[in-house]
Nanobody
Framework: QVQLVESGGGLVQAGGSLRLSCAASGRTASNYALGWFRRAPGKEREFVATITWSGGSTYYADSVKGRFTISTDNAENTVYLQMNSPKPEDTAVYYC????????????????WGQGTQVTVSS
């Protein structure tokens, strides 16, 4: 069983920066991939970014491409989401998730989920 625990959320000004972390524990397949999703108030959970455990491949939603960067630290079993130049519309609860598929943007293909961390971007 894989456990995912997010941290690093909070309040950030538009144009600033924030880094989210997701610590993973438990056994994972060699082709495991980690992803970030988010759910804004009144909206469905949407895909943000995904990365292979090796960190060699990444895939982003168009809405965050060029502003957010996903990365891994295999020694720490942690995946990060660096949020640069966030906008108020990036305000959401951010979730870390694990999948045996890459790249996939479909929620149903992610087997494991964290509890989420709130990010609020002020204008």
């Amino acid at each position: 069983q894989v456990q995912l625990v997010e941290s690093g959320g909070g309040l950030v000004q538009a144009g600033g920066s924030l880094r989210l972390s997701c610590a993973a524990s438990g056994r994972t397949a060699s082709n495991y991939a980690l992803g970030w999703f988010r759910r804004a108030p009144g909206k469905e959970r949407e895909f943000v970014a995904t990365i292979t455990w090796s960190g060699g491949s990444t895939y982003y939603a168009d809405s965050v491409k060029g502003r957010f960067t996903i990365s891994t630290d295999n020694a720490e079993n942690t995946v990060y989401l660096q949020m640069n130049s966030p906008k108020p519309e990036d305000t959401a609860v951010y979730y870390c998730a694990g999948s045996r598929s890459f790249p996939t943007t479909r929620r149903g293909e992610y087997d494991h989920w964290g509890q989420g961390t709130q990010v609020t971007v002020s204008s």
